[in-house]
């Protein structure tokens, strides 16, 4: 399957799984959504979603946000983490709208990028939700991580993605294919339920050694048809590995750097032998992790 095929074939499946791809972040006004976007960072959307209402009342007009103080706009915003500085970037780019864009938000890249906390994540994504510019490519962590999965990237930094991305992407496709494909990893293909049919699934994903995913692992029509175009790659197994240690209660990095590390189980260790169940587990584990760098 070359890369076109590939890439047509992950962008009607994921089509046909969600028909309305829209931002999950509310807005009416286009600032609202540049606001809300900042919020967005190391924050969940349902978060935002739940305070902009109560700050977008305060300050109904983007001649509000900018006179506003920032002491004030950062108790509303506290709870979305680093809120110092989102609540100064907020005032700080409503007072830029006013003064430069004439009260809009500008409609290009580099003009998105001189607004205090603009990167090239929120400029894409307001180029795409707001102007509908073509080649919008949004890397968020879904986009990054189900990307190196599909085959479509390689790497984690966002702007080399963005870049292999935007290479194989049809342009009009681009900006939607970017609200699926975080959908998909927020319904399906999540960072700690790796789907069942993944490369290197199979081989831990056992009641002992994978107990949450293995009881929910992704399985639905969207992802059986992406699931033939996965590929093992070296970032899908470190998936794989964190989601196990995250199975754990306690140190695995203490039970790997033990010497038992690098014994060679044929099957799990009995858990009766050892007064803690879960640190024979985890040597076990520190095996299959040991079969992976191997």
Avoid: W
């Avoid at 890249?109 to 919008?136: E, F, I, Q, W």
């Avoid at 995250?246 to 189980?265: D, E, H, Q």
């Avoid at 587990?281 to 191997?294: G, I």
């Amino acid at each position: 399957m070359d890369i076109h095929d590939r890439v047509c074939g992950v962008v009607e499946a994921l089509k046909e799984a969600y028909p309305d791809p829209r931002c999950a972040l509310e807005y009416k006004k286009d600032y609202e959504l540049m606001i809300a976007v900042r919020l967005s960072a190391q924050c969940t959307d349902e978060r935002v979603n739940k305070i902009t209402p109560a700050l977008f009342a305060r300050y109904p007009s983007l001649e509000s946000l900018a006179e506003a103080d920032i002491a004030e706009v950062e108790e509303y915003v506290r709870s979305c983490g680093f809120y110092h500085n989102k609540a100064r970037d907020i005032v700080l780019s409503c007072q830029m709208l006013l003064s430069r864009f004439g009260g809009k938000v500008p409609g290009t890249m580099d003009d998105l990028l001189t607004l205090p906390g603009v990167g090239r994540k929120t400029a894409n994504l307001l180029l795409g939700d707001l102007y509908g510019v073509p080649g919008s490519v949004v890397c968020d962590t879904h986009c990054i991580r189900i990307s190196n999965k599909l085959g479509l990237a390689e790497g984690k930094e966002p702007e080399k993605v963005e870049r292999q991305l935007r290479a194989i992407l049809p342009p009009e496709e681009s900006s939607d294919f970017c609200h699926r494909i975080v959908l998909h990893g927020r319904a399906v293909c999540t960072a700690r339920n790796v789907c069942a049919s993944m490369p290197g699934f199979s081989r831990i994903s056992t009641p002992i050694f994978f107990p949450r995913a293995a009881a929910s692992s992704c399985s639905s029509p969207i992802s059986d048809r992406l699931s033939t175009m996965y590929r093992p790659t070296p970032y899908s197994s470190a998936i794989s590995i964190s989601a196990i240690v995250l199975a754990f209660p306690c140190s695995v990095t203490r039970a790997i750097g033990k010497p038992a590390r690098r014994a060679v189980y044929s099957s799990p260790p009995e858990t009766t032998s050892s007064p803690n169940p879960s640190c024979a587990a985890m040597r076990h584990m520190a095996v299959v992790q040991n079969a992976f760098e191997a």
